[in-house]
């Protein structure tokens, strides 16, 4: 029976999916796993026995990568899994900041009870008008899962797009409509567009990448759209670009002090991913992924840690290694396996930076005095024993 701790609460149809050999826990010290949206998990101590956490959800800025890694906690998030929710809320902002649509609501629900509200409508709309997407630059920061769905969608609205991503993957490229222009210089996206739209990680590399300087390039009148994180945003330099007009819109998904008192911003309770199917998606994945890391000693979809897939466990055992990245490690796994008379049917072995995984696939009892033997390989950060249950 694994135990999971769920930081924040998620789908039903996730909690579901892990199913009969499953368990909740209150004290997230007694868990095998972690689940998580947003909560910031930084400031926490990470528990001897934690496993892995998945986060259900795109982001992973409120989570230790290096630190998890370095303990052999796998951390997984749910890629692409609420991307149209997000998608739809952008062109939902691209559309607000056109015209004074919400100012024109609440116009009518002031007026509601006057019987000349029709009549007063009409000279009244003029003040909320605006302008339309259609014939529009719009400037897409990032084209991962969000990003690509974005260019694609206001590119069908007659909008001209200008996309920009340096690390750009084949899977994201092979679904990028034809007519996006791809630029290599944000600078150039910058200055160009009428609507500029961020879908990047926070990462130590593009904090703040949106700064006074780039901010200054914008095209005058611009609307600045993100839906990212607040933190790729230097927001003072933004507030005084919006005060002076030079910018003339900031949609965030991100309630700060400083967004929430913005002169001319739109600013939404991080609402991008809150949708009834968006968060089935990311249940649903995110436990999926719990089940064939823990049960199987897979990794997929991991943050911290590369991909292994041996399939699902159906005879014999695993053992599933953490070790350092260092010479000779593999050498002394596989001797001290093969000591025991251990046969090695499959193998996978990944690193990133100081930081690997080992998944042995053996024929033969893999008992605790094995494990043992692996444990006490100085190397040897964590090891464990997958028993195939069919
Ligand atoms: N508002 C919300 O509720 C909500 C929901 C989901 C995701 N998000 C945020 O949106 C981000 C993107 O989500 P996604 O699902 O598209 O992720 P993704 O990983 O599919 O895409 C991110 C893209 O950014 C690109 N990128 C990385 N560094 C870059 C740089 N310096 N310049 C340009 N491009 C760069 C990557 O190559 C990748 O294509 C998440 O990291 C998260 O912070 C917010
Ligand atoms: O869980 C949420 O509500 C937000 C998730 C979103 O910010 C993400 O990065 O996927």
């Not at 991962?144 to 969608?153: E, H, Q, R």
């Not at 069908?156 to 791809?182: K, T």
């Not at 611009?222 to 507030?239: H, I, K």
């Not at 043992?372 to 069919?390: M, P, Y």
Request: some cysteine; glycine content about 10%; hydrophobic content about 45%.
């Amino acid at each position: 029976m694994y135990r999971i701790h769920c930081m924040n609460n998620i789908a039903r149809v996730g909690t579901e999916r892990l199913g009969a050999g499953y368990s909740f826990v209150d004290e997230a010290d007694q868990a095998d796993a972690w689940v998580v949206r947003s909560a910031n998990l930084h400031e926490l101590a990470l528990p001897e026995g934690l496993l892995a956490i998945a986060r259900a959800g795109a982001g992973v800025n409120n989570i230790p990568l290096d630190a998890c890694a370095a303990r052999g906690i796998v951390v997984f998030n749910t890629p692409g899994a609420n991307a149209n929710a997000v998608k739809e809320l952008v062109i939902c902002g691209m559309l607000l900041s056109c015209r004074d649509i919400l100012g024109g609501a609440v116009w009518v629900q002031e007026n509601a009870d006057d019987p000349e509200v029709s009549k007063r409508a009409e000279k009244a709309k003029k003040q909320f008008g605006g302008r339309e997407l259609a014939g529009k630059t719009v400037g897409v920061i990032g084209l991962g899962a969000i990003g690509a769905a974005v260019a694609n969608a206001v590119i069908d609205l007659g909008a001209e797009v200008m996309g920009y991503d340096p690390f750009l993957s084949l899977d994201s490229a092979w679904g990028l409509d034809r007519r996006i222009e791809h630029v290599t210089n944000l600078d150039a996206l910058l200055s160009k567009s009428d609507f500029v739209t961020i879908h990047v990680p926070v990462t130590n590399v593009t904090r703040g990448m949106l700064g006074a300087d780039q901010i200054a390039l914008m095209k005058p009148g611009a609307v600045l759209l993100n839906f990212a994180r607040d933190a790729l945003v230097d927001e003072q330099a933004l507030a005084e670009a919006l005060g002076d007009g030079r910018v003339a819109r900031y949609v965030s998904d991100f309630a700060n002090p400083a967004s929430a008192n913005m002169k001319n911003a739109l600013v939404l309770p991080h609402l991008g991913a809150s949708t009834g199917e968006a968060e089935d998606n990311c249940a649903v994945m995110a436990a999926t992924e719990l089940r064939d890391y823990l049960e199987n000693g897979n990794i997929v979809n991991s943050v911290n840690y590369g991909r292994v897939d041996l399939g699902p466990l159906e005879t014999g055992e695993r053992v599933a290694l953490f070790h350092e990245n260092s010479q000779g490690v593999i050498g002394e796994v596989t001797h001290a396996v093969a000591a025991r008379g251990l046969n090695i049917e499959n193998m996978s072995n990944v690193s990133r930076g100081p930081n690997a995984y080992t998944l042995l696939e053996v024929t033969g009892s893999v008992d605790e005095d094995v494990i043992g033997e692996l444990r006490a390989l100085g190397s040897i950060r964590r090891a464990r024993v997958l028993h195939a249950t069919k």
